[in-house]
C-alpha cells in the first residue's frame, strides 16, 4: 500500500465511487432549516418582541443556517468521497469531505487487491437516553482485513488526520476559532484492518455497505459480519468502557468520550475535556 496527496491521484479511475451522499445531505439540511425558520417565523408574525430580542435571535438563526448551507455546499465538492473500487485496488480518502480547509498532506491510501485478506461488515449497536425515552441506532463500518500489518507510516496519519486542527473565521474575519477535526472517516483498530465509516449518525455512504461487499466479492474474500453491542453501557467491564471512550477519540466522538468519563468515572465536565484532549494528542 502507498499514501498519495490528493494531488498525486489520478483525475480518472475506472470504477464505482463511494462517497457521502448528497441527496440526504441536502434533504438533511432542508429539514435543520424548516425547523429554524419557526422561531423568526414566531418573532416576527406573533410575538413581535423588540428590537434587542429579536435581532441578537434573527443573527443566532442566520449564522446557522450559513453553517447548514455551508456544510451542504461541502457534500457537492470534489473532495466528497470515501473509497474508490479501481480494476488494481482501492483507493481510500483519509480526510473527512468536511474537513477540506486542512492543510494539504499524504491522505490518500491505496491498497492493492493482492494486499487484502478479506473485506466485512462491522456494527456497533449504540443507544443514549433523551428527554422522552431513548434513541438507539446501528453504525455500519466497512472493515478491510490485511494480509500484513500496515506501515508505520499508515497509521501516523491517520493518527495525525485525527488530531489535526484548522482555523475558522467568523463575523468578517472578526473571530478567529480553531476547531479539532470531529469527523474520522477512517480509522486502525489493530495494525490489519482499515475500519471506515459507512452508516450511522454522521455518516451515510452510498452505495450500500451490503451492495459494496457484492461488487468487493469478485476480488476479495468476504467475512462474515461482526456485531458488537453497547447498548447497555452499564453492563460492560471497566476495560470495555476504556475501550469505548478510547474508540470514540478515534473516531472523532468527543462528546460521547466526555459523557463516558463524566458518568462511569466521576470526571467534571472540565476535567473529562481536559482528559479527552490530552488523549487524542497521545493517541
Not at 483498530?189 to 461488487?215: C, M, N, Y
Not at 470514540?248 to 475535556?273: N, P
Amino acid at each position: 500500500m502507498q499514501l498519495y496527496s490528493p494531488d498525486q491521484v489520478p483525475s480518472v479511475i475506472q470504477g464505482r465511487v463511494c462517497r457521502q451522499s448528497r441527496l440526504t445531505s441536502a434533504f438533511g439540511a432542508l429539514m435543520m432549516v424548516l425547523l429554524l425558520a419557526i422561531l423568526p417565523t414566531y418573532l416576527i408574525c406573533i410575538a413581535r418582541p423588540s428590537m434587542w430580542i429579536s435581532f441578537p435571535v434573527l443573527s443566532c438563526v442566520s449564522l446557522a443556517v450559513m453553517w447548514i448551507c455551508g456544510w451542504v455546499v461541502k457534500s457537492f465538492c470534489s473532495a466528497n468521497w470515501l473509497m474508490r473500487i479501481a480494476p488494481d485496488g482501492l483507493w481510500i480518502n483519509l480526510r473527512s469531505y468536511a474537513n477540506r480547509e486542512f492543510a494539504p498532506a499524504a491522505t490518500v491510501l491505496f491498497v492493492p487487491y493482492q494486499e487484502i485478506a478479506g473485506v466485512g461488515q462491522h456494527a456497533v449497536k449504540r443507544s443514549e437516553p433523551t428527554s422522552d425515552g431513548t434513541a438507539a441506532w446501528t453504525d455500519r463500518c466497512l472493515d478491510i482485513r490485511l494480509v500484513d500489518p500496515a506501515p508505520a507510516e499508515v497509521a501516523a496519519e491517520i493518527a495525525e488526520e485525527r488530531r489535526r486542527t484548522a482555523p475558522a473565521v467568523h463575523l468578517g474575519g472578526l473571530v478567529t476559532s480553531h476547531s479539532r477535526n470531529n469527523h474520522v472517516p477512517v480509522t486502525l483498530p489493530t495494525d490489519r484492518v482499515l475500519r471506515l465509516a459507512w452508516r450511522g449518525r454522521f455518516d451515510f455512504i452510498v452505495p450500500s455497505l451490503a451492495k459494496t461487499l457484492r461488487e468487493l466479492s469478485a476480488e476479495c474474500t468476504v467475512d462474515e459480519s461482526s456485531v458488537k453491542d453497547v447498548t447497555d453501557v452499564k453492563s460492560l467491564t471497566s476495560d470495555e468502557v476504556d475501550r469505548l471512550i478510547i474508540e470514540c477519540v478515534e473516531t472523532g466522538d468527543t462528546f460521547g468520550a466526555v459523557k463516558l468519563l463524566r458518568e462511569h468515572r466521576g470526571f467534571s465536565h472540565k476535567d473529562a475535556k481536559k482528559f479527552i484532549d490530552e488523549l487524542t494528542v497521545q493517541l
